[in-house]
DNA sequence: TACATAGTGTTATATTATAACAATTTAAAT
DNA sequence: ATTTAAATTGTTATAATATAACACTATGTA
């Protein structure tokens, strides 16, 4: 659980405060008060995050979401829900998903040290 | 097997010979001699050719690879090995993890109607 | 023919992300 | 405490990815 840098912190908390997945500009946008100027502020925050586990790209989106899930703090194994309506996502915390997918070996029998995966689908709101 | 636009088979044929994943404007340098000159004819073409599942979207990377899998024309189940070192990308096709993964309820015993999965590791050649 | 749908061509612009360089802070290592 | 390396910051400019808006053309079909 290392600390995280001023920057970093700033944008974290922005992130983690959101109900709903944030893109970069935006997050420039709402962070611009607490004196973060510049695209590449935000973006080299971004990377730490998601290197250290701290949040996820959602890939489909261009958009960051906190992790809530304490056992995928290096973001080597995610999975999400996509609402294609309004866009909610949630990170799923499934042990068997994880588990079948961490385990998966391909015809040439290669095992693959990180993965992502996306669903899509309608939201219990939405249906 | 719907027949193809001028603009959609140019694009098709281009990403289907090619041995690596193809981004929009290399794509675009590439049919420049076949008469598309801006960006957006290309990316109507790609967007047509995800949908009808004659192309994948890789989304880590932003690129396209033509769909080899007769299985998934929709695109609405597709999974993917990447090399993180010669960013080699290759199409899962395995029946136990779509069957996996199509079946797969989350908390709320809510089912999807689309996934996208991507793997990354390193290829035969690169480890 | 008349109509609807899909596709094209074009210009402009929006959105997402990185390059390059200089300076500063932080954390060890001596 | 001083040196050193690594990480972080600040800044400007630019690259890469993607869509808006509008006018027009082709295609299928009732
Ligand atoms: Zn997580
Ligand atoms: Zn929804
Ligand atoms: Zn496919
Ligand atoms: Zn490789």
């Known amino acids: ?20 997945p944030m893109k970069a500009y935006s997050i420039l946008h709402n962070v611009q008060k607490k004196g973060i100027k510049a695209p590449l502020q935000v973006y080299r ?4 995050l998601v290197e250290i586990g ?16 304490s056992s ?5 194994a995610t ?10 996502v949630t990170e799923i915390s499934s042990a068997s998903l994880s588990k079948y997918l961490t385990n998966f070996k391909d015809k040439d ?9 996306e669903f899509f689908g309608l939201c219990k709101k939405c249906r």
Chains 1, 2 share one sequence.
Request: include cysteine; proline fraction near 0%.
């Open 79 to 88: 999975a999400f829900s996509i609402c294609e309506i309004c866009e909610k």
């Open 1 to 20: 659980m290392q600390t995280l840098s001023k920057n970093q912190q700033i944008v974290f908390d922005l992130i983690n405060k959101s109900t709903e």
């Open 45 to 48: 925050a971004l990377d730490k």
């Open 72 to 76: 995928c703090q290096v973001s080597k």
């Open 109 to 117: 029998g290669m095992k693959y040290s990180k993965y992502n995966l």
């Open 54 to 69: 701290k949040i996820h790209k959602i890939e489909s989106r261009n958009a960051f979401i906190a992790c809530h899930n």
